[in-house]
């Protein structure tokens, strides 16, 4: 069955830290990986994509075929990080079917 | 770019009445999605349009659940009749074709006692 998981509801972290949100997902093909973000008060927005294979804020994600897995991390947390993250796939051309995780809240502490 | 608009932003309704939801997508964007989104869970894909047709709507509860999206540019999602379930925030999104960014709007929450 198709599958994104994020283990994590809550990771909290302090300024400074590394943050690693996990998602792993089950997909018998090759889907495209995505974060998404939604900031307090704000819209769902895409945050990375794993073909751009660029760090947006900071963030990067590395597609992991072999663990099937979409990690999100960042070296040095920031508190305007806090925020709610989802790990999204989509399947190949042809379905172009979103699959959302059960998303991650961020809590970056002072 | 004018974003995605969606309206209401809210309702409250009892079980059994009916609702209806609009969006109006981000000019030129030939794909709309429509999402529904219980609290604590990640958005789940009701359906997808590409202009004005249907690519997929498996997940869509048809016997209560119905979306149109009329000349390819807004969408109506409607419930009748609704169920305490139906509590939920509905997305809707576009994006430019299939697998790309989409776009979301601000979202309609439900709530049905």
């Known amino acids: 069955a198709q599958r994104v998981t994020q283990p994590e509801k809550l990771l909290s972290v302090f300024k400074g830290a590394p943050v690693e949100l996990k998602c792993n997902y089950s997909?018998?093909?090759?889907?495209?990986l995505f974060w998404y973000v939604q900031y307090s008060r704000q819209r769902l927005q895409l945050l990375l994509r794993?073909?751009s294979r660029e760090s947006i804020k900071g963030f990067t994600a590395d597609l992991n075929k072999g663990e099937t897995s979409f990690h999100l991390k960042k070296p040095f947390a920031q508190e305007e990080d806090s925020a709610m993250y989802y790990c999204?796939?989509?399947?190949?051309?042809?379905?172009?079917?979103?699959?959302f995780g059960t998303g991650t809240r961020l809590k970056v502490l002072a | 770019e004018a974003g995605v608009a969606q309206s209401p932003r809210y309702k409250i309704i009892e079980k059994r009445q009916s609702v209806a939801f609009w969006c109006n997508p981000i000019?030129?964007?030939?794909?709309l999605y429509w999402y529904q989104q219980i609290l604590g869970q990640g958005p789940k894909l009701l359906i997808q349009?590409?202009?004005?047709?249907?690519?997929?709507d498996s997940q869509l509860p048809k016997d209560r659940f119905s979306a149109e999206r009329l000349k390819g540019v807004d969408s109506t999602l409607k419930i009748q009749p609704a169920k305490l379930e139906d509590s939920a925030v509905y997305l809707c999104?576009?994006?430019?074709?299939?697998?790309?960014?989409?776009?979301f709007g601000p979202g309609t929450r439900l709530l049905v006692l």
């Open positions: 999104a576009s994006s430019s074709d299939r697998g790309k960014t989409q776009y």
């Open positions: 997909y018998s093909g090759s889907p495209e």
């Open positions: 349009f590409q202009n004005n047709g249907v690519v997929d």
């Open positions: 794993h073909i």
């Open positions: 000019s030129g964007h030939a794909t």
């Open positions: 999204a796939l989509s399947g190949p051309s042809g379905t172009y079917k979103y699959i």
